[in-house]
């Protein structure tokens, strides 16, 4: 939940690779995918192929992840002249990845979240701040979005600490007294032989231990990232909730920080990371945000001649600023233009494609949301000539050998008797399952 776990993909990239030649306008179903990953690197990636329009349908169980990804989507998607590119990409990143971030990062938020609340109750304003994002959710859902959002800048306490610490304890149980211990191991014996091995040490105990997995030298983070309360309940003039209910054990390293088209990110030194797997996910988010804005090439500039791999800093117990800030309205810009769709919906509206005439060139399962593949839809909406990727539990550091094949063998039965052909797959190494339609069926 809040963040995938599986590498950010260029689904054009990946509709070519199968099929060498790419319709005028792609279709694409994104069910669960946690964040936007794949919307961000796709539509950055879009000038290394020929001109289509895409749209994308993304589908999600919990409103919480729909208002994430709005919410990041709108800063990823910030024109330049409102936000320089470094400040962009470390605001996502706080966003995205850290239980705590500093207070500026929370004073956006608070701007972002009461802007987002006029779009969500105003569709004709968004489609004026956000042209190519709309929504098609129930009331219900609306009103809930609406609560979720305006917690998110108001002045309730909010010690996400304390909801990382009381989790903690559970999910460890007799191990948390050895805990540094047992973050190593998960880390070394597990993270690291699935294709991890960008995460070092320091950065991964900051996650387990707090919740904090970007960091900087020259920041300080103590403001608790609203944006990852989960189950929330108006009550009276404030809210009830069930804290952070998230990912503890991957954390969101693994979506933009393990791989990079800058080979020197990747090097090692005497067997220690030369980066971190921060850094990568800078560097990667930098061009992803370049590319979406200027549709070009992108040449990296280093600020930073700091390289932090190998360094092991003071642990210290971080302190949190519970209060909510005073909510300051600021001038928010108007989003890029982009020539694709990105539209939202609930997982209610799986069921209605039944009845629908809607087909799609790509269609992606989240892994925590195969309980609502149906062969039926899956069969109806595939176009001929489509892909089929359904996400890998390659990353879930609890699974070994037995239980990685045993999802990958939970797959083929839901897929048996589909007109769909799989592609080479290895469980202990492939990150994503990918199937392929050949036969002509829908138009």
Not at 64 to 87: F, K, S, T
Not at 368 to 393: C, M, N, P, Q, T
Not at 401 to 424: A, C, Q, R, S
């Amino acid at each position: 939940m809040f963040w995938g776990k599986t590498q950010a993909l260029d689904l054009l990239e990946e509709y070519e690779a199968i099929h060498t030649d790419l319709p005028d306008h792609v279709d694409i179903l994104l069910v669960g995918c946690s964040d936007c990953r794949h919307v961000l690197k796709t539509i950055a990636r879009k000038y290394r192929h020929k001109k289509v329009k895409v749209t994308f349908h993304v589908v999600e169980s919990c409103m919480e992840l729909i208002a994430r990804q709005l919410m990041l989507l709108y800063v990823a998607l910030q024109p330049q002249d409102a936000l320089g590119l470094d400040q962009k990409t470390k605001i996502f990143m706080e966003l995205y990845g850290n239980a705590l971030i500093r207070p500026s990062v929370a004073k956006y938020l608070t701007s972002t979240a009461s802007d987002l609340i006029q779009m969500v109750t105003d569709y004709d304003y968004m489609n004026r701040m956000m042209s190519c994002v709309s929504l098609d959710i129930k009331y219900k859902e609306r009103d809930y979005m609406e609560n979720l959002l305006k917690f998110w800048y108001s002045k309730d306490d909010f010690d996400i600490c304390d909801s990382w610490e009381r989790r903690l304890r559970k999910t460890l149980g007799a191990r948390y007294d050895s805990r540094v211990g047992a973050f190593d191991w998960d880390l070394h014996m597990r993270f690291r032989n699935v294709g991890g091995r960008q995460v070092c040490n320091q950065e991964y105990r900051n996650f387990r231990t707090n919740g904090v997995a970007f960091s900087w030298l020259e920041s300080e983070v103590s403001k608790p990232n609203r944006s990852l309360v989960c189950a929330l309940i108006p009550n009276g003039v404030g809210f009830v909730h069930h804290g952070y209910l998230g990912d503890m054990q991957t954390g969101p390293f693994v979506a933009y920080g393990l791989d990079c088209e800058d080979e020197k990110y990747l090097h090692t030194s005497n067997g220690q990371n030369t980066y971190r797997a921060t850094d990568v996910t800078e560097r990667n988010l930098k061009q992803m945000f370049f590319e979406i804005q200027n549709q070009g090439e992108y040449r990296h500039q280093s600020t930073s001649d700091l390289k932090l791999g190998p360094v092991v800093m003071k642990q210290e117990k971080l302190v949190v600023d519970i209060k909510g800030l005073d909510f300051i309205p600021r001038s928010m810009k108007k989003c890029v233009d982009l020539e694709d769709d990105i539209r939202f919906a609930s997982i209610s509206r799986l069921e209605a494609m039944k009845y629908k005439e809607t087909y799609f060139d790509l269609v992606y399962f989240g892994s925590a949301h195969l309980k609502y593949f149906d062969k039926d839809l899956v069969d109806k909406i595939l176009r001929s000539d489509s892909l089929f990727l359904v996400e890998h539990e390659l990353f879930v550091l609890d699974h070994r050998k037995k239980e990685l094949e045993e999802f990958g063998d939970h797959v083929k039965g839901l897929i048996d008797g589909l007109d769909l052909t799989m592609l080479p797959f290895d469980p202990a190494n492939d990150s994503y399952i990918k199937y392929t339609r050949k036969k002509q069926i829908n138009p």
